[in-house]
Structure formats: C-alpha cells, structure tokens
C-alpha cells in the first residue's frame, strides 16, 4: 500500500497524559497537512509542513500541541496534558507540492480521552 | 474569507437512482475545488476536482459541475450503489503558496437498497 499511512489508528489516554501520533506521507510527496476532525464536522486545518518546514500554524493548534517533520518524511504530532476536548480524529494529508494540488488522507488516528 | 458550505445535511437515494450533492462557495476569486468522500472510520478519499477554467468534469460514473455565476458545484453520482453510502465533502484549497484545505460540514449520503 503506497498511500499515506498513520499509526496508532486509535488511542484511549486518560486527561494530563501526553500521546504522540505518527504519519507516514505518500512517498516523494514535499507537503504534509495534518487535521482535526469531530463528530459531524469536516476536517479542520492544524498545520502543515513544506519538506521539513513547519509553515503554517492554525489557532486551534495550542501551545501544548507541537509537530514535527525533521528528515521531510515522517511526521509526528503531539499532544501534552491531553483534555477531553481533544477527543477527535488526527488525519494527516499529503501532497506532491506543485501548485494547487491535492492532498491525499490517511486512515486518521481516533483520540479519545477519558 | 473563504467558506464553502452544503445545501442539505442528508440525502436519501434508491439503490441505481442518480444522486446530486450540492455545493456553495462564497469566495469568487476560488480557482480549485474538490470533492472527498468519507465511510465511516475512515479518512477522507479524493473523488474528483475541477479548475475554474472548467463548468464540467466527469470521471468514473460521477460528474461535477461548477457555476462560477452563482457560486455553485454539485456532484452528480451515476446509478447509486450502496458502497456509496458515505459523507460527501466539497472542499476548497486556499491558494498562497500552499493548499490548506476548508471543508463544509459534509452531506450524508444513505442509500436505500
């Protein structure tokens, strides 16, 4: 399977714990997205990564979220001090990097904390 | 700022009828638009996209139709099937160097075997 892939695909923490989710982009793809999605809502855009360059930022993104992409491939997406409303999907995206391109979703990773 | 939204929250289609999803967009200037579908548990999957320099484009039994006059695009689904049961998203790439993309809230399609 070449598509983009993430690990865990689900992930039961209790609130004040850490986790880390992992992605692995569709290979030679240059950008990589990750989103948030709640029930009955469309994706929401948390950042993205140009090779290994963390160039945008949502809001929604707190200080205790942190990403990072540090060879340009695989990404990492931690959560600190986790709450209950960060129970969502974690989807990452990728995508080749020219122009308007589109981005292609992994299977997401489903945080629920308890 | 840019929105994209859906008509109608769900949509009841006979197994082998034709489905239309609906889409506005509030941003003139968009120039990229897609179509994801999502199942259930699972992330969302590319179906198709059109430019703007396109009102039609037509893929494996779906259509989609862009009217930059009114904002509009729909997706046309040929002869429904139930693994078509799923969430429809139309999204739009922002453009400005890199593509985040915004999502409406989806429409629910539910196919009646």
């Known amino acids: 399977d070449t598509g983009v892939s993430q690990d865990p695909r689900h992930k039961i923490t209790k609130r004040g714990q850490n986790v880390t989710f992992r992605c692995d982009p569709i290979?030679?793809?240059?950008?990589l997205y990750w989103y948030r999605q709640t029930l009955g809502q469309g994706p929401e855009f948390l950042t993205y990564f140009q090779n290994e360059a963390q160039l945008e930022k949502s809001r929604l993104l707190s200080d205790r979220f942190s990403a990072e992409r540090p060879k340009g491939s695989f990404s990492t997406l931690e959560i600190q001090r986790t709450e209950q409303g960060d129970s969502a999907m974690y989807l990452c995206?990728?995508?080749?990097?020219?122009?308007?391109?589109?981005?292609?979703f992994g299977p997401g990773t489903r945080l629920t904390v308890l | 700022g840019e929105s994209v939204g859906l008509h109608l929250p769900t949509l009841s289609v006979q197994e082998g009828d034709n489905s239309i999803i609906n889409c506005a967009y509030s941003n003139s200037a968009s120039d990229y638009f897609i179509w994801y579908k999502q199942e259930s548990g699972k992330g969302p999957q590319f179906i198709i996209d059109?430019?703007?320099?396109?009102d039609k484009r037509q893929g494996q039994r779906v259509t989609v139709l862009l009217n930059k006059t009114v904002k509009h695009l729909s997706l046309q689904i040929a002869a429904t099937q139930p693994g078509d049961s799923a969430v429809y998203f139309c999204?739009?790439?922002?453009?400005?160097?890199?593509?985040?993309?915004?999502f409406g809230t989806g429409t629910k399609l539910q196919v009646i075997p």
């Open positions: 995206a990728s995508s080749p990097g020219q122009g308007p391109d589109t981005q292609y």
């Open positions: 999204a739009e790439p922002s453009y400005g160097g890199y593509q985040k993309v915004t």
């Open positions: 290979s030679e793809h240059n950008r």
């Open positions: 059109i430019r703007s320099n396109m």
